[in-house]
Structures are given as structure tokens and as C-alpha cells.
């Protein structure tokens, strides 16, 4: 049973792989990608999933935050994605720990496109 849901979610990764918009961005950033890889062996396909997860990682991650007046009752004020009803909305805390875990995160670039948040890096907020 094991060994067919392994399989089951390889060939699921191989799927998304295999998508024109992955090859493209592998190939634009240097990752090596090939039709031959998308054929290949599983332990092709997770080092080539391995390798897009980390150059994924290497851009810096944050959360956008709201600048409240003062007196504010809480520390933080964070825009969060609201996945069950498909839109942002604004929340409140006093825990760090907590808008890092829910807050919308993006990269510093992508913040731009919203310049009414002050954006974050999650390293800050620790």
C-alpha cells in the first residue's frame, strides 16, 4: 500500500513539474531541467523538486504589516489570506509567533505591489 501512494505522488509531482512555466523558470535561473528527467527515475524527480525548493528559498520572506495610530491594543496589526473565502483581511496580536505562522507572506519585490503595508522580513519579527 505504501509503495502505490509513493508512486501516486510522484507521478503527482512529475505533473507539476512538467508544467511550461517550471521548465521556464528552471531554465531561466540555471536549474537543471530536461524532458529526459520528467521521464526519469523518481530520485530524478525529487532532486530536481529539491533543487527548485531551495533556489525558492534563497529570497528573503516576509509579512505585510498595517501601520496603526497609537493608543493601538495590539503589537501587530497583519494582513492575512483567508484561504477558505479566497480574501485578505486584517488581523490583530500581540505574539510575533503568530503573524509569522499566518501572516500573507511574500518576497520584499512582491511587497511592492501593495505600498499601503509596511512589509517585514520573518527574520525581524523572531
Known amino acids: 500500500m505504501f509503495d502505490k501512494e509513493v508512486e501516486k505522488y510522484l507521478l503527482e509531482l512529475r505533473d507539476v513539474l512538467c508544467d511550461e512555466r517550471i521548465a521556464e523558470y528552471c531554465i531561466e535561473n540555471g536549474i537543471a531541467w530536461s524532458d529526459s528527467a520528467m521521464t526519469g527515475s523518481p530520485v530524478e524527480i525529487l532532486l530536481l523538486a529539491k533543487e527548485l525548493i531551495e533556489y ?15 493608543p493601538n491594543k495590539y503589537k501587530y496589526s497583519y494582513l492575512e489570506f483567508n484561504h477558505y473565502k479566497n480574501n485578505f483581511r486584517i488581523e490583530y496580536t500581540d505574539a510575533s509567533m503568530i503573524v509569522s505562522q499566518f501572516g500573507f507572506k511574500c518576497t520584499q519585490e512582491e511587497a511592492k505591489k501593495y505600498p499601503q503595508f509596511r512589509w517585514v522580513s520573518l527574520e525581524e519579527l523572531k
Open 56 to 70: 525558492g528559498m534563497m529570497e528573503k520572506l516576509g509579512v505585510l504589516l498595517v501601520d496603526v495610530p497609537e
